[in-house]
């Protein structure tokens, strides 16, 4: 089982309306936990960070977390077409497999969004 | 501000040969990450590097290998290229080790033909 689960979508919302995306993980002593956005043939593109339980707002996008559920989830209010992209979901992991140690990001399989005129 | 620049855009080259991939990461950030990224597939860690040691490796094959230099940048270089190799190649920097967030360049599109 992947340690960073998101349903793969595609997800259509048409434009004006929330979209709700969701995330679970399974490493426990996971403490930051990221939302990007990619385009098609682009690069990931941070659009929200939260490292504690609880809501946290930007704009038009609101990130929540459960440590305990081990569930992360962001919401985008007032969908636009631009906002169509896929939305991966990230935990960060220490990993010391060689050398003094870092944290890498484990990401989802990522959301499809589509938000349709 | 600042982003991660990342050299070149797009190669190609063919099987058996060498490419060699740079990344300049964001002023005072003191760790840089290397991702692959197949098509339809999420972004997979290869290897990070934290004041110009290696800090972490991930599923790397043995016929890459990277560095970071005293300028803090990083080049991942790819040997006895094979055609499952191509894929985008993204790098990121960050603070800290990566405690905070990442930033991620515009990647490498390398296509081996």
């Known amino acids: 089982q992947k340690e960073v689960e998101q349903n793969s979508g595609p997800l259509s919302v048409p434009e004006g309306a929330i979209a709700s995306l969701n995330c679970t993980y399974s490493?426990?002593?996971?403490?930051?936990f990221f939302w990007y956005r990619q385009y098609s043939g682009k690069s990931p593109e941070l659009i929200m960070s939260i490292y504690s339980n609880g809501d946290k707002e930007d704009g038009r996008f609101t990130a929540q977390l459960n440590k305990a559920s081990q569930y992360v989830s962001l919401l985008i209010r007032d969908s636009q077409p631009s906002d169509s992209a896929t939305y991966l979901c990230a935990v960060n992991i220490w990993g010391i497999d060689s050398g003094a140690g870092s944290y890498q990001l484990t990401f989802g399989k990522g959301t499809k969004l589509s938000v349709i005129p | 501000a600042a982003g991660v620049i990342q050299s070149p855009r797009h190669l190609i080259k063919e099987k058996r040969e060498t490419a060699t991939l740079k990344c300049y990461p964001i002023?005072?950030?003191?760790?840089v990450y290397w991702y692959q990224q197949g098509p339809g597939q999420d972004p997979q860690f290869l290897i990070s590097?934290?004041?110009?040691?290696?800090?972490d490796k991930g599923s790397i094959p043995d016929r890459f290998s990277a560095q970071q230099f005293s300028d803090y940048h990083s080049e991942l270089n790819m040997s006895s290229l094979e055609l499952g190799d191509s894929a985008l190649y993204f790098c990121?920097?960050?603070?800290?080790?990566?405690?905070?967030?990442?930033?991620f360049g515009p990647g490498t599109r390398l296509t081996v033909t």
């Open positions: 490493d426990r002593v996971s403490q930051s």
């Open positions: 590097f934290y004041e110009k040691m290696q800090s």
């Open positions: 990121a920097s960050s603070l800290e080790r990566g405690a905070y967030e990442q930033y």
């Open positions: 002023p005072r950030h003191d760790t």
